[in-house]
């Protein structure tokens, strides 16, 4: 399958890529290309013009000190799925990492990008609303955050403005945190995936933020299995699984050709308690 007709422009700073962008509405941010242009190809999506941002320095760094990450929007999964830092210090992150797609995909796609696009059974949206994160927009007019729950809007819709461009995901260390995902066996993408970050107080769980992807129109927070797991023994399989169910509690469950809504939310309360005993075991 053929694209239709574009033209390609690679700016070298962000400055210019905005510049690029906001000139025209019929103009597309170009990342690891592994969501854009499949959409391209099947003319799901024919953009006059592709704006490429690989060029723009500082987009493909990780940032660390010991508190808090700030990682640019080019970076990789493989590169995610290789740092030492985010294993020990957000490992939720880093298994989500390590198990998207395949090793193309790991090594062309993007933190930014796959955000961006807002996909419905993409990782990360999950792991980032577990995680707090802060997503930074920049834009013609200056830069704004926009934390993880208002970022995820629907099905690929997301706070993402005409123009603007997401630069860098931030969020504090969580070292208690993990993903766990029930993975389409074609393509790697969650037909239900779970992040979970815990604040452990000794053995018991403090806080809770338990995010589940791949089951409603998006990522989404488990409201109610936060609130059931505080004061929860982390060791206590019993009571994880208790407070883990119904996970898809009021979220609409997609069926489709792969699976059933009641199916997906069935399956959203068992790697519920899977992420919660993984990230325990490591707080
Ligand atoms: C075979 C296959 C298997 C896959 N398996 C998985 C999987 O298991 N799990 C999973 O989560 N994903 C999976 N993906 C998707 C993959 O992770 C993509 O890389 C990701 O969704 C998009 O990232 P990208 O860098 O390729 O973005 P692109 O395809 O370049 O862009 C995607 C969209 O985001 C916009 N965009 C990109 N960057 C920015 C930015 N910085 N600011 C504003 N807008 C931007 C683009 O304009 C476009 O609309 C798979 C893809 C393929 C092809």
């Given at each position: 399958?053929?694209?239709a007709?574009?033209?390609?422009?690679?700016?070298?700073?962000?400055?210019?890529?905005?510049?690029?962008?906001?000139?025209r509405?019929?103009?597309?941010?170009?990342?690891?290309?592994?969501?854009?242009?499949?959409?391209?190809?099947?003319?799901?999506?024919?953009?006059a013009?592709?704006?490429?941002?690989?060029?723009?320095?500082?987009?493909?760094?990780?940032?660390?000190?010991?508190?808090?990450?700030?990682?640019?929007?080019?970076v990789?999964?493989?590169?995610?799925?290789?740092?030492?830092?985010l294993?020990?210090?957000?490992?939720?992150?880093w298994?989500?990492?390590?198990?998207i797609?395949?090793?193309?995909?790991?090594?062309?796609?993007?933190?930014?990008g796959?955000?961006?696009?807002?996909?419905?059974?993409?990782?990360?949206?999950?792991?980032?609303?577990a995680?707090?994160?802060?997503?930074?927009?920049?834009?013609?007019?200056?830069?704004?955050?926009?934390?993880?729950?208002?970022?995820?809007?629907?099905?690929?819709?997301?706070?993402?403005?005409?123009?603007?461009?997401?630069?860098?995901?931030?969020f504090?260390?969580?070292?208690?945190?993990?993903?766990?995902?029930?993975?389409?066996?074609?393509?790697?993408y969650?037909?239900?995936?779970?992040?979970?970050?815990?604040?452990l107080?000794?053995?018991?769980?403090?806080?809770?933020?338990?995010?589940?992807?791949?089951?409603?129109?998006s990522?989404?927070?488990?409201?109610?299995?936060e609130?059931?797991?505080?004061?929860?023994?982390?060791?206590?399989?019993?009571?994880?699984?208790?407070?883990?169910?119904?996970?898809a509690?009021?979220?609409?469950?997609?069926?489709?050709?792969?699976?059933?809504?009641?199916?997906?939310?069935?399956?959203?309360?068992?790697?519920?308690?899977?992420?919660?005993?993984?990230?325990a075991?490591?707080?």
């Amino acid at each position: 399958m053929i694209t239709a007709a574009f033209e390609y422009y690679r700016p070298a700073s962000l400055d210019e890529a905005l510049r690029l962008l906001g000139g025209r509405d019929d103009a597309k941010i170009l990342a690891g290309g592994h969501s854009l242009i499949p959409m391209m190809k099947l003319r799901l999506a024919e953009p006059a013009a592709l704006i490429d941002i690989a060029a723009i320095p500082d987009l493909g760094r990780i940032d660390f000190d010991g508190k808090r990450f700030r990682i640019g929007a080019l970076v990789t999964h493989a590169t995610l799925a290789a740092n030492r830092d985010l294993e020990k210090n957000a490992p939720a992150l880093w298994d989500a990492a390590n198990h998207i797609g395949d090793p193309q995909v790991r090594n062309r796609g993007t933190i930014g990008g796959s955000a961006s696009h807002g996909d419905p059974s993409a990782d990360y949206p999950s792991v980032l609303l577990a995680l707090g994160a802060t997503l930074s927009l920049a834009g013609k007019s200056g830069s704004r955050d926009v934390g993880a729950d208002a970022f995820f809007r629907g099905m690929f819709d997301t706070a993402l403005a005409p123009g603007e461009i997401l630069t860098t995901v931030s969020f504090d260390a969580a070292p208690a945190s993990a993903y766990a995902k029930y993975q389409h066996p074609a393509s790697g993408y969650a037909m239900v995936g779970v992040a979970a970050n815990l604040r452990l107080n000794g053995g018991t769980v403090g806080e809770a933020r338990i995010a589940v992807t791949g089951v409603g129109d998006s990522a989404f927070r488990a409201g109610n299995v936060e609130k059931a797991l505080a004061g929860a023994r982390a060791g206590d399989a019993d009571a994880i699984k208790k407070a883990c169910s119904n996970a898809a509690s009021g979220v609409d469950a997609r069926s489709d050709s792969q699976a059933s809504g009641t199916y997906r939310a069935a399956m959203a309360d068992v790697y519920a308690a899977r992420a919660v005993s993984a990230a325990a075991a490591r707080g």
